[in-house]
């Protein structure tokens, strides 16, 4: 546990775990070809993963 204390492991693992609901929610390719509409539609895909975020997500208990 000390490693993953002074590596900021949680801090990463968190951020993955974000990443792979993304890409099963909304997919892993953008569909748009300029930049400007890219980012539009990730803005989009964001605000609708914190949605879902904010309306409930597993509660996860250490066992061990």
């Known amino acids: 546990?000390?490693?993953?204390?002074?590596?900021?492991?949680?801090?990463?693992s968190r951020g993955e775990a974000q990443v792979g609901r993304y890409k099963e929610a909304i997919g892993s390719k953008l569909r748009s070809r300029k930049m400007?509409?890219?980012?539009?539609?990730?803005?989009?895909?964001?605000?609708?993963?914190n949605r879902m975020n904010r309306l409930g997500r597993a509660a996860y208990v250490r066992v061990a």
Do not use: D
């Open 1 to 12: 546990m000390a490693w993953q204390k002074a590596t900021g492991y949680g801090q990463r």
């Open 36 to 49: 400007e509409t890219q980012t539009t539609e990730t803005r989009i895909a964001v605000n609708t993963l």
